[in-house]
């Protein structure tokens, strides 16, 4: 008799259970990566420097870390709302051209990086960038790459529009038009010199961007809201409150649209008072405190060297670590917004629009961009300067 032979009993459920759970894992280890690097860090910091946890408190400027929470919030608010993108769409259907699109999506990605930070501007454009691809052939690595460039550059003039800006603006006491109009010359020349690389980066190939088969999503009373939210929120961070302020708006969206607080990258808020609280021990170890009032000495002091260290440690960190050595935040703000450019690591921008755009070749190509921009963008810095 024929007998035939019993199936292959499959993994067990618990097994796959297991399995899935370590992906999950490792998969949130490879995305918080400088969350771990930042704690593994404060073990050794506080070997060298040992502080009690009242003075590792002090160390964090909390003022900032409430603005940040409360701007996560809003922008993420206004993002989910479906506003950002179906701007973005409108302006895109108009245009017949790759380097009219290109300079459009520079505009618009630097435009709105000042208004929601340029992080949450790449999440909205290099998706938006990649769907228009999928209708329409169009060079996608190097659209990636100048909206990345535009963020950093566009970012820079407003006291909201990056981390470190917002740091600077709280360390630096002064008001929100004042910061705004201090970074102004800066922002022009560096968006300046991004537009006139376009002409060199894109052909004047004519493009036909097809209708879009339904319009983007519409939710009317979280726009309205978070609209009305936003100006309130910066009034009140302006006055220094910027704590109860981020509180106010926490508990709004906690009651009216919960599922915007569920989105957050809350690790984020971690992330960076580890940031306060290491670099501000880093700062306290003996050979860093004499050797860095030196290096403020050498020609372009903080503006150098911000834009210098922030390619070592990226931009944020470094506006961090810097500022108790200097009074000088405006020059510092300067530096290490041309920071953001040079390597990938001078902007965590940088590295976001690298993980959304997943194009081979990418990264090589990304600096070939990166570099000049860099070097023209301090150029004219150091030439404003002296003006």
């Not at 499959?10 to 796959?16: I, K, V």
């Not at 502080?51 to 993002?79: N, Y």
């Not at 302006?238 to 607080?261: E, H």
């Not at 860093?288 to 903080?302: D, K, M, Q």
């Amino acid at each position: 008799m024929l007998r035939l032979a019993a199936p292959v009993p499959g993994p067990p459920r618990a097994r796959r259970r297991r399995a899935a759970s370590l992906r999950l894992i490792l998969r949130w280890l490879r995305a918080e990566w400088l969350l771990l690097l930042l704690v593994s860090l404060l073990p050794l910091l506080l070997w060298q420097v040992p502080t009690t946890p009242a003075a590792l408190s002090d160390l964090v400027d909390w003022k900032t870390v409430g603005a940040l929470a409360g701007l996560m919030v809003l922008s993420r608010g206004l993002e989910v709302s479906g506003l950002i993108v179906r701007a973005g769409r409108a302006v895109a259907a108009r245009l017949h051209s790759e380097r009219g699109l290109a300079a459009a999506l520079v505009l618009f990605a630097a435009a709105l990086s000042a208004v929601v930070t340029n992080d949450v501007a790449l999440f909205v454009t290099v998706p938006l960038t990649l769907a228009l691809a999928r209708a329409v052939p169009l060079p996608v690595p190097k659209l990636v790459i100048f909206q990345a460039l535009a963020v950093n550059a566009g970012s820079a003039v407003s006291p909201v529009g990056n981390p470190q800006n917002l740091f600077l603006w709280q360390v630096s006491g002064v008001s929100f038009a004042e910061f705004l109009l201090a970074m102004l010359p800066l922002a022009a020349a560096m968006l300046a010199v991004l537009l006139a690389l376009v002409p060199l980066a894109f052909e004047r190939r004519r493009i036909v961007l097809p209708e879009t088969a339904e319009a983007s999503p519409l939710r009317p009373r979280l726009m309205a809201m978070s609209l009305a939210a936003y100006p309130l929120f910066l009034v009140l961070v302006n006055a220094g409150l910027a704590l109860p302020a981020a509180g106010a708006v926490i508990g709004l969206y906690a009651l009216a649209f919960r599922s915007v607080l569920r989105g957050l990258d809350w690790p984020l808020l971690l992330v960076f008072v580890l940031m306060f609280v290491n670099l501000g021990l880093l700062g306290r170890l003996p050979g860093v405190a004499a050797i860095v009032p030196t290096a403020l000495e050498l020609p372009g002091g903080a503006y150098t060297l911000g834009a210098v260290l922030s390619q070592g440690m990226s931009n944020v960190p470094a506006a961090i670590f810097l500022a108790p050595f200097t009074e000088d935040w405006r020059a510092l703000a300067w530096g290490v917004s041309v920071g953001g450019f040079g390597f990938a690591i001078g902007s965590l921008a940088n590295l976001i629009a690298l993980r959304l755009a997943r194009r081979p070749g990418l990264w090589l190509q990304f600096h070939l961009w990166l570099m000049p921009v860099f070097a023209l963008s301090l150029a004219a810095g150091a030439l404003l300067m002296t003006r």
